[in-house]
């Protein structure tokens, strides 16, 4: 049933944006965009469910199947993607563009909340780095440490750190806005000219 919704929502993304810049017809665009958030959620939907999700290619060779607690955070980050396509594309419909430009320019005066998301995205794909994939467990011993050290250790670690430091400046920006902005935080607005 998910793969059928994906399916669905996904030629019909396709098929309202090329419409929609086709013909000239922005709410056909606005549409394609909102059925890619569609599709996107049933995918993580169906992460969730089976609690197995297959990324990338058996033809490339860059297949990674994940089960369990790994599936089920891939899942929430597809909803998460899916929300947030579904979200522009509202915005922008429902405003005429003039509201992206608005909210721009209130994550550049404020960007805590951006920072949050972003961190638990981070966050989230750095335990997802941990828990690893089936495939990369398959091959000889060496080959085995090397990819647990390089292709999942490391790059965990990384989004560990990147993703506690943006959740902490963008806590530090909700609580302590005149802090956030002595350490540094009023770039933005300097960058943009905007106060």
Do not use: K
Request: glycine fraction near 14%; charged fraction near 10%.
């Amino acid at each position: 049933m998910f793969r059928i919704i994906q399916i669905v929502f996904f030629v019909l993304g396709i098929l309202l944006a090329l419409g929609g810049d086709r013909f000239s017809i922005p709410l056909l665009t606005y549409g394609g965009i909102a059925c890619f958030g569609i599709a996107a959620m049933a995918i993580g939907w169906e992460a969730i469910v089976t609690r197995h999700i297959v990324l990338g290619s058996r033809r490339r060779g860059t297949r990674e199947t994940y089960t369990g607690l790994p599936a089920i955070l891939q899942g929430i980050q597809f909803n998460l993607i899916g929300f947030f396509l579904i979200g522009v594309s509202a915005f922008i419909y429902l405003n005429n563009g003039n509201l992206g430009r608005d909210i721009f320019l209130q994550f550049v005066r404020r960007p805590g909340m951006l920072l949050v998301v972003i961190g638990a995205l981070l966050l989230l794909q750095a335990l997802v780095m941990f828990l690893g994939y089936r495939e990369i467990n398959e091959g000889p011993g060496f080959m085995v440490t090397l990819n647990l050290i390089l292709s999942r250790m490391l790059p965990g670690v990384i989004l560990l750190v990147l993703g506690l430091g943006a959740m902490g400046l963008g806590l530090l920006d909700m609580v302590a806005p005149a802090l956030f902005d002595s350490m540094g935080g009023g770039f933005l607005e300097t960058l943009y000219g905007v106060r």
